[in-house]
C-alpha cells in the first residue's frame, strides 16, 4: 500500500508550506492548492489522482472552505474522503457551519502539528475501518442507534438511557449495547452495579487503526439484562483523549452486530457529541417542566434545524421531577412547536433507589407508571421488531407493553 496522499488547499503560502513540510516528514504525500478553484481544476481532470483526505482552510478569496467542502459532498468521486477544516474562526456556530458543509473535523488555528498528524490518522483509520465494515456487512442489519440528549444536566438523562438500554435487551431478548460519552463523569457502569476494568480511554490509548472486534468485544461489559456497556473514560483528565473519529469508528464497528444501540450524551455540543448524533437514526431529547430547562430546549431545537436534522429524527421526551407543579405540557409543547413523544411521570423516590442499588427502574419496579413508561417509550423506538425474535417466546416485558398499547 502506497502512503497516503493529503491535499492542502490554503491561499497562505506560509501556512500550506508549514503543514506540507511536517507532513512530508511523516511520510505522507502532500499536494498543495492555494485556493479552492485550483484544487477542484485539479481534482476535475480526467487524470486526476484523489486524495485520501483534505485539509482546508475556511476563509479564502473566491471559494471559500465550506463552499468546497459542499463541492466535495456534491461530487461523487470525492463525496467520502474526509475534510479536515483549518479555520481561526472559534466558537460552536462556526463548527455547526463546519460540519453542515460536511466536514469531518474542524481544528482552530494555530493548529499543534502534533494534533494535526495524529487527527489525520485516525480519520484515515475510521475511514479504512467504514470501509471494512461496509465490505463485511452488505447484507447484514444496522443497528438503529439511539442517542439520549438535554442541554441541560440534572433532567435524567443517564437513567432514561440506561432504562431505555435495559428495556429493549429485555423486549426483544438480544444484547444492546450502552455507549456512555458523559466522558468526565460517566455513570452507565455505576447504574447498572458493574465495576469496569477498561473504558473508551483504552481504545483511545490503541488508536482506531488498531481497534477490531475482538477488541471492542473485551472493552465492553455485560450485564445481566442483555446490555454491553461501554464505559467512559474512569478519571476526567482522560476525556480528552476521546475523538470524535473515535466514536464515530466504535459507532461503525458496533453498527452491524446487534439490532439497537443506545448512547448516552453530556450536556453540551462538542465534536465528540455532534460525531454520535450526526450518527444517529433517533434523538431523544430530554427536558423538563421548567423555563430554563424549555429555554435551552428550543435553543438545542435550533442547532438540530441549522445541521438540516429531520423531524423525524427527534423525539421530545418530558421527564417529570417535581411531585408538583412545573409547566403545563400544553405549554411546553407550545413552546417546542411540537408534541411531547413522551411523559414519564414523577417517580423520584424510586429512580433514587434504583440507582443506588445498581438496578435499573425498569427491572427494579416495572409495574411502576414511570417504569411503564419507559417500557413503551423502548418499544416506540424499536422501529421494527427483530429478526432473531421471531424465533424467541415474547417476553414478559414486551406482552406487557403490547397489551398497553391495545388499550391506548
Not at 48 to 58: Q, R, T, Y
Not at 105 to 110: S, T
Not at 132 to 149: E, K, L, P, W, Y
Not at 302 to 312: M, S
Request: with cysteine; proline share 8%.
Amino acid at each position: 500500500m502506497g502512503k497516503p496522499r493529503i491535499l492542502v488547499v490554503d491561499d497562505s503560502k506560509l501556512s500550506a508550506k508549514m503543514i506540507e513540510d511536517r507532513l512530508a516528514a511523516s511520510g505522507f504525500q502532500v499536494d498543495v492548492a492555494f485556493s479552492a478553484e485550483e484544487a477542484i481544476a485539479n481534482l476535475s481532470t480526467p487524470d486526476a489522482v484523489l486524495p485520501d483526505l483534505v485539509i482546508s482552510d475556511v476563509v479564502m478569496p473566491g471559494m471559500d472552505g465550506y463552499q468546497f467542502c459542499q463541492w466535495l459532498r456534491g461530487n461523487p468521486a470525492t463525496v467520502h474522503i474526509p475534510v479536515i477544516m483549518l479555520t481561526s474562526k472559534g466558537g460552536v456556530s462556526a463548527k455547526v457551519d463546519g460540519f453542515q458543509a460536511g466536514a469531518d473535523d474542524y481544528l482552530v488555528k494555530p493548529v499543534d502539528p502534533v494534533e494535526l498528524e495524529m487527527r489525520i490518522k485516525v480519520l484515515l483509520a475510521r475511514m479504512k475501518a467504514a470501509q471494512a465494515t461496509a465490505g463485511r456487512t452488505m447484507d447484514a442489519s444496522q443497528a438503529r442507534i439511539i442517542s439520549v440528549f438535554s442541554l441541560r444536566g440534572g433532567v435524567g438523562v443517564t437513567s432514561v438511557a440506561v432504562n431505555l438500554a435495559v428495556a429493549l435487551a429485555q423486549l426483544w431478548q438480544t444484547e444492546v449495547p450502552l455507549v456512555d460519552l458523559a466522558l468526565e463523569s460517566g455513570h452507565c457502569a455505576l447504574m447498572l452495579d458493574l465495576k469496569p476494568k477498561h473504558s473508551l480511554a483504552d481504545l483511545a490509548d490503541r488508536g482506531p487503526e488498531a481497534i477490531d472486534d475482538a477488541l471492542l468485544d473485551g472493552v465492553l461489559i455485560r450485564h445481566d439484562s442483555g446490555v454491553r456497556v461501554l464505559p467512559a473514560p474512569p478519571s476526567p483528565e482522560l476525556a480528552d483523549t476521546i475523538t470524535p473519529t473515535l466514536v464515530g469508528t466504535v459507532l461503525t464497528m458496533l453498527q452491524p452486530q446487534f439490532p439497537y444501540l443506545v448512547v448516552d450524551t453530556p450536556s453540551r455540543f462538542d465534536e465528540v457529541t455532534l460525531a454520535a448524533l450526526d450518527q444517529s437514526d433517533v434523538i431523544v431529547l430530554l427536558l423538563t417542566p421548567e423555563i430554563a430547562c424549555l429555554k435551552v430546549t428550543t435553543a438545542a431545537l435550533d442547532v438540530f434545524q441549522a445541521l438540516e436534522y429531520p423531524p423525524q429524527k427527534l423525539i421530545a421526551v418530558l421527564n417529570w421531577p417535581f411531585a408538583r407543579g412545573g409547566l403545563p405540557q400544553k405549554n411546553v409543547e407550545a413552546a417546542l412547536h411540537t408534541p411531547l413523544g413522551m411523559v414519564i411521570p414523577h417517580e423520584r423516590a424510586l429512580f433514587v433507589e434504583a440507582i443506588n442499588r445498581g438496578v435499573p427502574l425498569v427491572l427494579s419496579h416495572p409495574e411502576a407508571p414511570a417504569s411503564l413508561a419507559l417500557q413503551q417509550l423502548a418499544y416506540r423506538l424499536s422501529g421494527k421488531q427483530p429478526p432473531a425474535q421471531k424465533a424467541k417466546a415474547p417476553s414478559g416485558m414486551l406482552l406487557r407493553v403490547q397489551e398497553l398499547v391495545k388499550r391506548a
